[in-house]
């Protein structure tokens, strides 16, 4: 056997000269040209240390050159070795059995695996198309609808057997393991030796997976991260010999990275960061994972509609599918939605879509993108899958058509229950009286009967006020008349402008009954003088298992120099008649004269540390249990954060093989330093804890314990003292 020395990096001067140059692949990978030999074939051996060599590469033996390539892209300094081993005296390099000429002769690469039948999966993975086959879409925390092929490596402390297998004919690791590899039917025995256990560990399972969407600081398009369940505490080594073998044994792959998802396997690898640093390993941490991509298909829908920009001032409809810069503090209906910013699932964008299944996605630069741009202004075709998104010029009938199918048919109207006609304390206030004081301070009440402390305590106006102050202004003739008028029904911007006269009548040009002004003063005047009260709306639109109103009305808090708390409560009674309500309703044929406007009053809360929104379901996989969250540090909001700002995302999971929850971030705050987060783990768990009582509380009061996919929606506050405070409870409209 010959053996020629070549050099990585700086060492050439610790070597002669006429070395064969070690050049680079167009993907970056160092690479050698062999010279043609009919009598040898190659092999390819990286070291870092001159002592120890891996195998990573077979060439065969040939009358014409050709090159050799690394499997993994460089990392540090070190060494690469040409063997030219004789063909009469093959080598098994892999230890199989089958010698290296073998392997050449089937594409088997270096994997010690015997073959398996092509339908159950395969040992080598030639090329995209390959892995394609073996592929399913599933959600990962942060990465929705991304392909997935996962893989077990077996016999890792003797001679390591690497299997990829078809998810779509065994879902789990421990299903291959029996039904193709013919292990014995003993789950306990089989987890014990793959998951958790140091001692007892002969095999890896994991996960292939593939983010098409992801950019690359160098502009490169796509990644691959190779990932472990996430509350298993795989060891350097063994991570080391996964990423090893899947890069030989899948060279189509480029960019090839170790990802830790979650906090167990995230502080392993800060531990041993200088093994990595010193190994062929790429990581990528999570917040540059998630945050490299150009699309993000949030709800996976189609719709017809005009394309158009928006700048903030335009007036919007139904009819329209809007690319926003920046997400929307306020939203009218619409017939979708593309942000040129990353969103969270709990947005209220996102919520919106979902709850009037409305294609929505982050399309990077979109108003600029070549397949978007030439149809601004124009009626398109829109959808949104996993794969990307589809955008194409569409008809006018097309466009009539859809919305005659997706508008519902019937008209109808919210429930209204005028018979409670006193401002209510929410001690006295029950969930059964939603329909006289609203949802969402019924559901405040109610979580005060659960959490005495960290929850608002306040009073609950009913619809009877708002009622009968429409009567005393005869504003309901009024309305009635105007969204009757056929021009306000045609023209959307004639219908923002009267409906903004609307508001401004109610807040500045009408009077109230001496006895609903009196009843406020007492109101007003039961909140000590330091304390400023806060008036939320509460309509009998909103907060519904069905309709979940996010964002369609408005909140205010009376400051002191304001004078007489009536002027917030027509603040808030006017915002029932805000554009965006008005479209909204007017969709589901919702009847607006039958639409009340209940106010939720409580002391206002100051100098918060942190606010969230949170859900009690794993929204990526339900079926382990988990609780999902958005926090962001201060007063700058989840749900319609500033510009710029990006809040906490995490999963709090019990997952296999741990009775803890394990905490996986997907993103972190950029308002807070490097390193820290918004939510300790202790917040975490016991807002966690929280959630839980709250589920199974708001489960049974809205009749829905056989629904397995019902769940709790909450926003909450660390507030100045360090507490948690839920300030809202209301159902997931998923």
Known sequence: MKAILLCAY?????????????????????????????????????????????????????????????????????????????????????????????????????????????????????????????????NFPGAQNVKEVKFLITNIRTNPELYFFNINRNQH???????????????????????????????????????????????????????????????????????EIIAKNAPFITRLAYHAPSETQRQLQKVNQAKYDASSIHTIETDDLFSSTTYQPMNQQEAFGRLVVSTGAETLSARDIVIFNNLPNDLTYVSGIITEVPQTPLSHVNLKAQQNDTPNAYIADAANHPDIAPLIGQNIFYRVTAEGFEIRAATQQEVEDYFESIRPTGSSSPPRDLSETEITPLSEVAFAESDSFGGKAANVAELRRLFPNNAPDGFAIPFYFYHQFMIHNRFYPQVAAMISNPDFQSNPALRESLLANFRDQIKNKSTMPEWMYLALTDLQESFPSDITPRLRSSANAEDTTSFNGAGLYDSFTHKPDEGHISKSVKQVWASLWNYRAYEEREFYRISHLSSAMGILVHPNQKNEQANG????????????????????????????????????????????????????????????????????????????????????????????????????EIEFKIIESGEISIKQARPYVN
Not at 102 to 124: K, M, W
């Open 173 to 243: 690791h421990y299903d291959f393991a029996t039904n193709v590899l013919k292990f014995p039917r003993n789950y306990n025995a089989f987890t014990s030796a793959t998951y958790i256990s140091a001692a007892n560990r002969q095999n890896l399972a994991g996960s292939l997976v593939s983010h098409d969407n992801y950019v690359a600081p160098d502009g490169t398009k796509g990644i691959y991260t190779l990932e472990f369940w996430p509350t298993d505490p795989v060891a350097f080594e063994w991570i080391e010999l996964a990423y």
């Open 10 to 138: 700086f060492c050439a001067p610790l070597l002669g000269q006429n070395i064969p140059n070690l050049t680079k692949t167009e993907d970056g990978k160092f690479q050698v040209e062999i010279a043609p030999d009919s009598t040898h074939y190659s092999r390819l051996l990286r070291s870092r240390d001159l002592m120890t060599w891996e195998v990573v590469a077979l060439g065969p033996s040939s009358t014409e050159p050709y090159t050799l390539a690394d499997s993994v892209l460089p990392r540090p300094d070190g060494f690469y070795r040409v063997d030219l081993v004789p063909t009469n005296s093959p080598k098994d390099s892999d230890g199989d059995g089958r010698s290296d000429l073998a392997e050449l002769a089937v594409n088997h690469g270096l994997n010690a695996a015997d073959p398996i039948p092509t339908l159950d999966g395969n040992i080598f993975l030639a090329s995209q198309a390959s892995y394609d086959a073996l592929s399913k879409r599933d």
């Open 613 to 712: 929104v949170a859900v009690a379901k794993n929204i990526f996989d339900p079926n382990w249990e988990g609780y999902y969250f958005n926090a962001q540090t201060g007063e700058n909001l989840v749900t319609n954060p500033e510009a710029n700002s990006t809040p906490e995302e995490l999963l709090a999971a019990k997952l296999f093989g741990n009775s803890q929850f394990e905490i996986q971030y997907i993103r972190y705050s950029n308002q807070v330093p490097e390193g820290e987060t918004v939510l300790t783990r202790t917040q975490v768990l016991d807002l966690v804890e929280d959630l839980k009582i709250i589920n199974a509380r708001f489960k049974s009061l809205y009749n829905q314990r056989l629904n397995r996919n019902f769940a709790m």
